[in-house]
Nanobody, 114 residues
Framework: QVQLVESGGGLVQAGGSLRLSCAAS????????MGWYRQAPGRQRDLVAD???????NYADSVKGRFTISRDNAKNTVYLKMTSLKLEDTAVYYC????????WGQGTQVTVSS
């Protein structure tokens, strides 16, 4: 069973930065793609960014140039560096391990204030 634990969320002013972390249990981390999704109130959960086992990244258009996903396989951790945050980035951010089965973290709240 894979467990994912996110951290790093919080309250930040527009234009500010945050770095989210997601620590994964289990030995399959390095072999699987990882992703970050987010869900704002009343909206569906959408992809923010993902990264393959080899380090290839993919971003939603809304965050390109502002967010950076990275991974440290030695630490079983994936990160999401968020800069130039906007009000519309407010959401619960979820980490996911993308494999034959999806494993989700519990989510971490990011609130961007004006």
């Amino acid at each position: 069973q894979v467990q994912l634990v996110e951290s790093g969320g919080g309250l930040v002013q527009a234009g500010g930065s945050l770095r989210l972390s997601c620590a994964a249990s289990g030995s399959a981390f390095s072999r699987n793609a990882m992703g970050w999704y987010r869900q704002a109130p009343g909206r569906q959960r959408d992809l923010v960014a993902d990264i393959t086992s080899g380090g290839t990244t993919n971003y939603a258009d809304s965050v390109k140039g502002r967010f950076t996903i990275s991974r440290d396989n030695a630490k079983n951790t994936v990160y999401l560096k968020m800069t130039s945050l906007k009000l519309e980035d407010t959401a619960v951010y979820y980490c996911v391990q993308l494999g034959t089965r999806l494993y989700w973290g519990q989510g971490t709240q990011v609130t961007v204030s004006s």
